[in-house]
């Protein structure tokens, strides 16, 4: 299964990229279509449209995170959505956690062929090395009660937090409120008519 370029002038018209960064995007891509056919790293069916399903949707926080501070920590970062594309795009300070030992890999690649500064932690979320994240983003990864749970250990007050949500977003809001105090903004997903990307700050202990 190929990954369809058709799906690559979308993105670089809805982000205003250039050829450089377009071309590490491509490699990017092309790396990935090459290791799926060896290990499991995004849905097989939205491989054909990663361009929008995958890099759109990963670089779409870009803009939430304007005036921010680092470091930026990615939780569970598989195949490098959000934060590795994040990191193409020119995010600095970027580290991205994933335990799963072939992703890991795969990402250890990526940021070579792609030319990426990146800090990769090839361990559990619970295992990382203390660090102070001024921003953490996670990706299809766990409910949002447990993101701030895995995430607090690498936070305080002042960290942003940015997470892409699908259709259940309300209802993790309503269960994570009864345990964290917040500030939240929504903004309705570029790629998924169901989706939301949650922007949080000032959580603490509810």
């Known amino acids: 299964m190929t990954i369809d370029p058709a799906g690559a002038m979308a993105v670089r018209t809805a982000l205003d ?10 490699a990017y891509l092309a790396l990935l279509a090459k290791w799926q056919a060896r290990i499991n790293l995004v849905a097989p069916k939205s491989l054909p449209e990663a361009w929008t399903r995958h890099v759109l949707d990963s670089a779409q926080l870009w803009p ?20 590795l594309v994040l990191a193409i795009l020119g995010r600095p300070d970027v580290t991205l956690v994933e335990a799963d030992r072939r992703k890991a890999a795969f990402l250890q690649e990526a940021a070579r062929v792609t030319g990426t500064q990146v800090s990769i932690q090839a ?16 990706r299809a990864l766990a409910s949002l009660e447990s993101l701030l749970h895995y995430a607090q250990p690498y936070a305080d007050e002042s960290t942003l937090y940015v997470f892409l949500k699908g259709a259940r977003a ?4 309503t269960t994570a409120r009864k345990r964290w105090k917040m500030r939240v903004d929504k903004a309705p997903s570029l790629t998924d008519a169901r ?5 949080l700050e000032g959580v603490t202990n509810a």
């Open 17 to 26: 990229l250039d050829d450089v960064i377009m071309a590490r995007l491509d």
């Open 64 to 83: 939430l995170l304007e005036g921010r501070d680092g470091p930026l920590l990615d939780l569970g970062s598989g195949a490098g959505f959000p934060g």
């Open 123 to 138: 361990c559990r979320i619970e295992a990382l090395t203390p660090i102070r994240a001024g921003i953490i983003t996670a």
């Open 170 to 173: 309300e209802e993790e809001l």
């Open 195 to 199: 989706g939301v990307v949650l922007r």
